[in-house]
């Protein structure tokens, strides 16, 4: 697919959509046994969040965990924008509005303080924990 006809397509998908993202992942093999093929097609499906990241991935939520009063946190793909060898939308406003706001937002929260906090941290886990929130405020 061109780069063009991909801009295209994801100019079409709107927070809250569910997609179905084609890409090729990238692999370790050995050359003895993969007969010479190292693309590794994926098909991956969620709920489009949107393009984020200094080197553009498209975010898909897979799944999304409320623990109790709002408390919420959400397991995510990031796919590298360059991989993406097509993008299909299953179903336009899949998801409720309201949770489009909080998918959207945990990815756009990230303050100064958060990433200070991140490159002090030696523990990965302790900059997610940060991100979880409730009723859709930073925690």
Not at 4 to 15: A, D, F, G, T, W
Not at 117 to 123: D, I, T, V, Y
Request: charged share 20%; glycine share 8%.
């Amino acid at each position: 697919m061109s780069k063009n006809s991909l801009v295209s397509q994801l100019e079409l998908c709107k927070p809250g959509d569910l997609v179905c993202c084609m890409w090729t992942d990238a692999s370790i093999g050995k050359t003895s046994t993969n007969g010479g093929v190292i693309d590794v097609p994926v098909r991956s499906w969620g709920i489009f969040v949107g393009v984020f990241g200094k080197r553009k991935h498209i975010i898909l939520a897979q799944n999304s965990f409320e623990y109790a009063d709002g408390l919420c946190d959400l397991d995510y793909t990031a796919i590298p924008l360059g991989w993406v060898e097509d993008v299909q939308i299953i179903a336009q406003h899949y998801t409720p509005e309201d949770a489009v706001r909080s998918l959207v937002s945990s990815f756009v929260r990230c303050d100064e303080e958060q990433k200070k906090s991140f490159s002090r941290s030696n523990r990965p886990r302790a900059f997610f924990q940060r991100r979880l929130s409730i009723h859709g405020w930073p925690s």
